[in-house]
């Protein structure tokens, strides 16, 4: 997916004003995500994403073991914004990430997460194996 096109699809789904504040956004939650996950898993993830988005997903230590409630604050810091408002940026950035992916991409980022992160990707790991 082009950058243009997956900055006003996260705009759209989370309400947010300009294409800056979408970008922020983007970039925090793949910040955020991958901090949390490999280093593997997220180069992955930077050869699916927009180009633009490739160094957002570039970190010193990943594999950071930390919960939901952390991600959005995480999230909410590098925005500027509170967690709430961040946790409503994080879906709609990870639903069009999902978009960018297989299901089997998805399931190998999901597979590193605990369970309480399923609500990011509004799929069970259930219903992904099926």
Same mark, same amino acid.
């Given at each position: 997916?082009?950058f243009?096109?997956?900055?006003?699809?996260?705009?759209?789904?989370?309400?947010?004003?300009?294409?800056?504040?979408?970008?922020?956004?983007?970039?925090?939650?793949?910040? *955020?995500?991958? +901090?949390?996950? @490999?280093? $593997?898993k =997220?180069?992955?993830?930077?050869?699916? !994403?927009?180009t633009?988005?490739?160094e957002?997903?570039?970190?010193?230590q990943?594999?950071?073991?930390?919960?939901?409630?952390e991600?959005?604050?995480?999230? *909410?810091?590098? +925005?500027?914004? @509170?967690? $709430?408002? =961040?946790?409503?940026?994080?879906?709609? !950035?990870?639903?069009?990430?999902?978009?960018?992916?297989?299901?089997?991409?998805?399931?190998?980022?999901?597979?590193?997460?605990?369970?309480?992160?399923d609500?990011?990707?509004?799929?069970?790991?259930?219903?992904?194996?099926?």
């Amino acid at each position: 997916m082009e950058f243009s096109k997956f900055i006003n699809i996260v705009r759209d789904r989370a309400h947010i004003a300009t294409d800056t504040e979408a970008e922020t956004a983007c970039c925090a939650t793949l910040k *955020a995500l991958a +901090e949390r996950i @490999s280093g $593997d898993k =997220a180069q992955a993830l930077a050869d699916r !994403v927009p180009t633009e988005f490739a160094e957002c997903l570039r970190e010193e230590q990943y594999g950071q073991q930390f919960g939901l409630k952390e991600f959005y604050q995480r999230v *909410a810091d590098r +925005e500027g914004v @509170s967690p $709430d408002v =961040a946790a409503e940026h994080v879906r709609a !950035v990870i639903d069009v990430v999902k978009e960018t992916l297989s299901a089997n991409e998805v399931m190998d980022i999901m597979s590193e997460l605990p369970v309480e992160y399923d609500e990011l990707f509004a799929i069970s790991r259930v219903e992904a194996v099926k």
